[in-house]
């Protein structure tokens, strides 16, 4: 009984990893949601309401028009675990100015999970246990974004775009390549800087591969169910983050950054703020800067309904706090943050380091 326990329930994450049950073309409220988790300690830190106040080599995923911020070539990197160590989360990016008025960058995002067993076969057809039956199997998911950033002529006034190319895998089951674009604009005058982000703007399009004899082999599992292939298309809908963002300094060795955002996504969600056109969630941030060298920060976001089980409903909301260390062009930051459902609980130390390349030079 426990083995048929374990088998079933290692062909349902199989088929749960696989993108849906239709044979139509499937519009998604939740799609490549990996590319939402967010990257950079400092940002992480203070709840992601960075839209308006990124400008380094990280903003090619909060928002490109703040890579026009750049004085010299940077680089980053960022690794997480997330769910007990079992989903790795990495990133990396650079960035540099062309000219005076435009730069670009390139950045890589990855979060898979490795080494899962695959006990789809691990009863013979003879009914017969066999453990040599048993493989393992990895499921990634990778995004590349390419980021151009340029000055507009009007003062103060900066925008970028992004192209992004999505690859999935899950193991020799499905595989997909995705293709869309991201826009971005920011604006800045008496010290306030507000931006805005536009994710997937075009939607996003995954093309799905499916393997039918591998499908073939798990279809049946569950009586009933699963008997057709999943939909080959999924398109992933656009979300847009609008930011404001202040900076104060204080007899010039202490400053204090005040950041605020309203995060959309057009559908209804469980957000704070949702309707069937769209759904709001907001997200504020501070950073405490002492000689542009040691940062504290601390974000809430995160606000949503959370039904109990009475079916009464409460606001649920996620506390992020974090700290940075800046020294002659290097900086790391550390970042104590959840990647989602603030009722799980599940925090995680995340780690990032940011360099100036000039000071190789």
Do not use: C
């Not at 994450?13 to 939740?30: E, F, M, T």
């Amino acid at each position: 009984m426990k083995i048929k326990i374990a088998l079933t329930k290692n062909v349902l994450i199989i088929l749960l990893l696989l993108p849906g049950l239709a044979n139509s073309q499937a519009v998604r409220k939740y799609s490549n949601e990996f590319m939402n988790i967010g990257v950079d300690a400092a940002a992480l830190g203070m709840s992601n309401a960075v839209t308006a106040s990124t400008n380094d080599v990280n903003s090619g995923y909060w928002n490109p028009a703040g890579l026009m911020g750049l004085e010299d070539s940077q680089g980053a990197l960022m690794h997480a675990s997330y769910f007990a160590n079992i989903a790795q989360y990495d990133y990396a990016a650079f960035a540099k100015p062309i000219d005076d008025r435009s730069a670009w960058g390139i950045s890589l995002i990855r979060f898979g999970v490795d080494d899962i067993l695959n006990t789809t076969q691990l009863i013979d057809s003879e009914g017969n246990i066999d453990y040599n039956r048993i493989s393992k199997f990895s499921t990634a998911d990778y995004g590349v974004t390419f980021s151009y950033a340029r000055s507009l002529q009007v003062p103060g006034w900066q925008y970028g775009v992004n192209a992004k190319v999505i690859r999935r895998v899950i193991g020799k089951f499905a595989n997909s390549w995705g293709f869309g674009f991201d826009a971005g604009i920011q604006f800045e005058r008496n010290d306030w800087k507000v931006g805005l982000m536009v994710r997937d703007i075009t939607t996003t399009y995954n093309i799905w591969n499916i393997d039918e004899d591998e499908f073939e082999k798990i279809s049946n599992a569950i009586p009933g169910e699963n008997q057709d292939l999943p939909e080959s298309t999924e398109i992933t809908l656009p979300k847009a983050q609008l930011g404001i963002s202040r900076k104060f300094e204080y007899r010039y060795d202490y400053s204090i950054l005040a950041a605020f955002n309203l995060n959309m996504q057009f559908a209804q969600t469980n957000d704070i703020i949702s309707t069937s056109a769209v759904s709001i969630d907001p997200a504020l941030g501070f950073e405490f800067g002492y000689t542009d060298m040691v940062f504290l920060r601390a974000g809430v976001g995160n606000f949503q309904q959370v039904r109990q089980l009475d079916d009464s409903e409460k606001i649920g909301f996620q506390p992020n706090i974090g700290v940075g260390f800046k020294y002659k062009g290097i900086q790391v930051d550390y970042a104590l943050t959840d990647i989602g459902d603030q009722s799980v609980a599940l925090y995680s130390n995340i780690f990032s380091v940011k360099v100036d390349l000039g000071i190789f030079r």
